[in-house]
């Protein structure tokens, strides 16, 4: 798991840097966190072009916003969680409803798991699978499948409880199940 | 419960397989990534520009080290700068500089090879002489006390150096004297010493003569005059000489003066 490398102190001293200007640092941060970002809004908006246009608003954002961020109050991934969050708020309020595109032609190639081409059939029942969630469902979709958060980090981002986040995610696993077959 | 553990791992084995599968559809592309990146950064150039400089690594020590390396430096440099003015400007014992002057003449005395300490330490008894001069005479009434110890610790520099000449050459037998003229010494003892020790000091040899003055320091080293004897005896002999020239002189002077005047009474 990426957390086990990248400590919440870690973050923050890189935050820190990044506050004066590093750009070492904030390219740190830039590729552990533009995938996961990435992914996460992608399971939300399911539209591959408007998740890249979030992602890169999330980062505009970070870096604008960086001197707010207090490492007393909380540590820096959540910091960049809650922007991300906020980021799609601001999204839904705009667009009001989420649109959802079919796959770019030639989309299927670009995905690949363990050598295995996912076709494009498939990619499209998940993301049809996905597009029925509950938005609470596909908050926990992104946080835990996705973005591959522990259950302590999901917790904070979400705010509920360690173990009413067990119950949720076995709950979606059984939702998922017919994706794997 | 083998097969328990054994389903648990193979539990988490295909939970993890799910996460990358999932992750593998959801995954950014890589040209987007790339093309964000330095736009990212560029972010980052705008707002902080070239302001930014990589700071330096250091800790507190680090910082505290440098900066006591700094103020040591420094605190050397000005030492030396100080030592160096006060030696060639031979500033006296009542100057702030003082100890700058000590502190280049243990430097000296230090780095000196050995068959140099001698004139070293020699050097510096007769600048301890001179500064008690100096200090006896800007004695007053308000600074007596004050200059009294000052003295006092002068002429106990002095002796130490005397007594190193001593160790550094194995001189034996009769010691360093040192004569000093007080309230209570007659002007006659004074003048005794003086002409004692005046074709000494025609020899240019280890005698330190000052002038008139209360606290008046005299300093004579008489196993190292022997060395000289000849030599002294030679000035002795030219100034003996001198004497009786000048004495013929003044011989012939007055028998010149008593020939005038009887000259003149004959033609009176």
Redesign the interface.
């Known amino acids: 798991m990426k957390d086990l490398n990248f400590s919440n102190d870690k973050f923050n001293k890189l935050a820190e840097k990044l506050k004066s200007g590093d750009k070492k640092s904030g390219e740190e941060i830039f590729n552990y966190f533009s995938p996961l970002i990435y992914r996460f809004i992608m399971a939300r908006v399911l539209n591959r072009g408007v998740a890249e246009d979030l992602t890169q608003d999330v980062f505009v954002k970070v870096v604008s916003k960086i001197e707010s961020f207090n490492e007393n109050q909380g540590n820096f991934s959540g910091w960049v969680w809650q922007i991300t969050k906020n980021s799609l708020i601001d999204y839904y309020r705009d667009k009001k409803e989420t649109i959802f595109t079919d796959m770019p032609e030639g989309m299927e190639n670009m995905f690949k798991a363990k050598d295995v081409i996912i076709s494009r059939v498939k990619i499209r029942e998940v993301m049809e699978t996905v597009k029925n969630f509950e938005e609470s469902d596909r908050e926990l979709f992104s946080l835990y499948y996705l973005s591959d958060l522990p259950y302590k980090e999901i917790s904070k981002i979400t705010g509920k409880t360690e173990g009413s986040l067990r119950v949720a995610i076995h709950r979606l696993s059984k939702k998922i199940r017919g994706i794997f077959k | 419960m083998f097969k328990f553990i054994k389903q648990k791992l193979n539990n988490k084995r295909q939970?993890k397989a799910?996460?990358?599968?999932?992750?593998?559809?959801?995954?950014?592309?890589k040209e987007?990534?790339n093309n964000?990146?330095p736009?990212?950064?560029n972010?980052?150039?705008k707002?902080?520009?070239a302001?930014?400089r990589?700071?330096i690594k250091i800790n507190a020590t680090n910082l505290v080290f440098r900066y006591a390396i700094g103020v040591v430096a420094m605190l050397l440099f000005i030492a030396s700068g100080a030592s160096v003015y006060a030696n060639q400007t031979d500033v006296d014992s009542q100057s702030p500089l003082y100890p700058f002057k000590k502190l280049n003449e243990n430097i000296q005395l230090t780095l000196a090879p050995k068959d140099k300490k001698t004139d070293l330490y020699e050097k510096f008894a007769e600048r301890r002489v001179k500064e008690i001069n100096s200090l006896v005479a800007k004695k007053s009434e308000k600074n007596s006390e004050e200059i009294k110890i000052r003295k006092e610790k002068l002429k106990e520099d002095f002796k130490n150096k005397i007594n190193k000449i001593e160790e550094q050459n194995n001189y034996s037998g009769e010691k360093t004297i040192i004569v000093e003229n007080n309230a209570d010494s007659s002007e006659q003892e004074i003048e005794e010493v003086k002409n004692e020790t005046m074709h000494l000091k025609l020899c240019n040899l280890d005698f330190i003569n000052v002038e008139n003055g209360d606290g008046e320091l005299f300093w004579k080293k008489t196993e190292k005059l022997e060395k000289f004897k000849e030599k002294c005896d030679r000035v002795k002999k030219i100034n003996s000489k001198q004497l009786e020239i000048d004495n013929n002189k003044n011989t012939n002077k007055e028998k010149n003066s008593s020939n005038e005047e009887e000259i003149k009474k004959v033609e009176d």
């Open positions: 939970e799910k996460k990358e599968y999932l992750k593998s559809i959801f995954e950014p592309r987007f990534l964000s990146r736009l990212f950064l972010e980052v150039s707002k902080y520009g302001s930014f990589q700071p």
